[in-house]
């Protein structure tokens, strides 16, 4: 297996084309970098470098490796970088669960904010009643969910964001026409709350 350590090496060496400069930049000895050279060369089955006289050049399949090396240190870059900013909470992927009313009211602007304050992270959206909402927290195919308050959904953590109103409509004739009232459970307003697991 080639380790990232000796591409390396072979690129500053390549783009030097000076061994001892080469050394210098890669704060290592000018005798431990021609080690990983030959041990490079050895692994691929390749000579990288015309060592004709006391000028380095590269080879045919040393101008080809160049390429293609650069390409795989700057993905391997990116990569590091990429988990560094999964470990801060700032890349990966967030599914949150809400009401298809609450997606078309709220959700437009909010993820605009959020999308270029943590451009690293993918929103997915899934759409249920409270109930399946919930679940899908606890079971934890979702991270969190805007949902009505449930006290039996104990086991999750909960912030309330704001107070709802449900409205009655009717058919003309209906028999509730007319009153001040329509109880629903307990009453026309219930509280919308975020659950998320503990972690």
């Excluded at 380095?56 to 293609?68: H, K, S």
């Excluded at 605009?112 to 997915?124: D, K, N, V």
Aim: a negative charge; hydrophobic letters at 50%; proline letters at 4%.
């Amino acid at each position: 297996m080639i380790d990232l350590r000796s591409l390396k090496s072979f690129v500053e060496v390549a783009n030097q084309l000076h061994m001892s400069q080469a050394a210098v930049a890669l704060h290592i000895s000018q005798s431990a970098l021609s080690r990983q050279i030959q041990g490079l060369e050895l692994a691929l089955g390749l000579n990288l470098f015309d060592r004709s006289g006391r000028r380095l050049a590269l080879t045919d399949a040393g101008e080809d490796l160049l390429l293609r090396a650069t390409a795989l240190l700057e993905e391997a870059q990116k990569l590091y970088a990429h988990a560094a900013a999964h470990s801060r909470g700032e890349a990966g992927p967030l599914r949150i669960g809400a009401s298809p009313q609450t997606i078309e009211a709220l959700f437009p602007v909010v993820l605009m904010a959020f999308r270029a304050q943590f451009p690293g992270i993918e929103t997915s959206l899934m759409e249920g009643p409270s109930s399946l909402l919930i679940a899908q927290v606890q079971s934890g195919a979702s991270h969190v969910a805007i949902a009505a308050h449930d006290e039996s959904a104990s086991d999750l953590h909960s912030q309330a964001l704001f107070w709802a109103s449900l409205y009655a409509v009717l058919p003309p004739g209906s028999a509730l026409s007319g009153q001040a009232e329509v109880t629903v459970s307990s009453s026309q307003h219930f509280r919308c709350s975020a659950f998320a697991r503990a972690f």
